[in-house]
């Protein structure tokens, strides 16, 4: 029966057409000729362009590196906790979890051909008082531009919830992470012309989650105070974080005022819901299968 089966898949891995150079356009970028493999040829860095010196470029690759830390700790975020997590339901809403998790992973995994940083200021916008970077729409669709006030202002992840920071009362262009990040979801390759701006500033990106969160995962502000909340919480400051001002329409469990709390154990990073006050000694069973609803 095995010696059949075996018979079987070598006749027909035999029989199966070989690819030539008549059925395949080998011009085409996802053309197979067998030899290389599936994905060769992906871009999976950043592209800087030549304009930016030795100095520029390393800050917009640690930046960049940044951004991509940022992203796949908030996917890794959703991943685990779904909307159990009080965060994930503060700015998503009842949205179900898979287009932030995608918004999230194309930053990190998705091909990076179509994408380019430059520091030669081509358009002339970095001449404009407070401009630290645009993205060049019409003129160069792929392009992003990274002026000096960039390398003057932006701040490394590292910094996270100190020197005054706040989520919600910060900007979040504070650090390169986020303000990269929102670069990068102007550029159609990672934004698709899907994700946009649709709410400004952190209270109406929190109004949004709770009125209609239609809109909130493809929301470019939504991601960025969502993926810099959950960095701040699990990462930085674990079980404490650095939410804020919370306003009376927040879950009052999600107030900055609970800093006196003893911080879990970084593994239990986010409470399940405002139903129970568990000490800190249970929290290691907080997400047990019984506590899932
Ligand atoms: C192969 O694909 C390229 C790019 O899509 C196209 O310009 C060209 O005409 C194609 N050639 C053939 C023989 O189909
Ligand atoms: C790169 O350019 C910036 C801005 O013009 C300048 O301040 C810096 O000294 C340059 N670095 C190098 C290594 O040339
Ligand atoms: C950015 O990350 C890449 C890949 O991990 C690494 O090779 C590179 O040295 C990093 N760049 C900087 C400036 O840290
Ligand atoms: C959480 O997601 C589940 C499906 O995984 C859904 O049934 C439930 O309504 C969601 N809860 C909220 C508060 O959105
Ligand atoms: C595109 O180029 C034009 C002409 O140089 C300039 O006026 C305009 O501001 C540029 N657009 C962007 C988005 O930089
Ligand atoms: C929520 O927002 C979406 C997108 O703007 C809109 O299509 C939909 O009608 C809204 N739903 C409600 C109940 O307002």
């Known amino acids: ?153 932006r701040r490394s992840l590292s910094t996270m919830c100190g020197l005054g920071y706040t989520v919600s009362e910060s900007e979040t262009n504070t650090f390169w992470a986020a303000d990269l990040l929102h670069r990068l979801y102007h550029v159609p390759a990672i934004g698709q012309n899907w994700i946009d701006h649709f709410a400004d500033g952190y209270e109406e990106v929190v109004d949004q989650a709770k009125k209609n969160a239609t809109l909130s995962t493809h929301d470019s502000e939504t991601l960025q105070y969502f993926a810099l909340e959950v960095y701040a919480y699990d990462i930085s400051a674990p079980g404490i974080g650095c939410p804020g001002v919370q306003h009376e329409h927040e879950d009052t469990h999600n107030e900055a005022t609970t800093t006196s709390e003893p911080a879990p154990t970084a593994t239990t990073s986010e409470k399940p819901s405002s139903t129970l006050d568990v000490p800190a000694v249970s929290k290691s069973i907080e997400f047990s299968i019984v506590d899932l609803y």
């Not at 906790?81 to 194309?106: H, L, Q, V």
């Not at 179509?114 to 970095?126: A, K, Q, S, T, V």
């Open 1 to 153: 029966m095995l010696l059949l089966n075996l018979a079987l898949s070598v006749a027909a891995a035999v029989a199966l057409p070989t690819p030539d150079s008549s059925e395949v356009n080998q011009s085409q970028p996802f053309s197979q000729n067998g030899l290389a493999p599936w994905n060769a040829g992906a871009v999976n860095r950043f592209p800087i362009h030549s304009s930016c010196n030795s100095t520029q470029r390393r800050q917009i690759e640690l930046g960049l590196n940044e951004t991509i830390t940022l992203a796949e700790h908030a996917k890794s975020h959703i991943l685990r906790w779904s909307n159990e997590s009080e965060i994930y339901r503060k700015y998503f809403g009842d949205r179900p979890t898979m287009e932030a998790i995608g918004a999230f992973d194309i930053v990190v995994n998705g091909d990076k051909k179509d994408i380019l940083f430059r520091c030669d200021n081509p358009d002339g916008n970095c001449d404009n008082e407070g401009w630290a970077g645009h993205w060049r729409g019409v003129n160069a669709t792929d392009e992003t531009v990274i002026c000096d006030m960039s390398y003057e202002t």
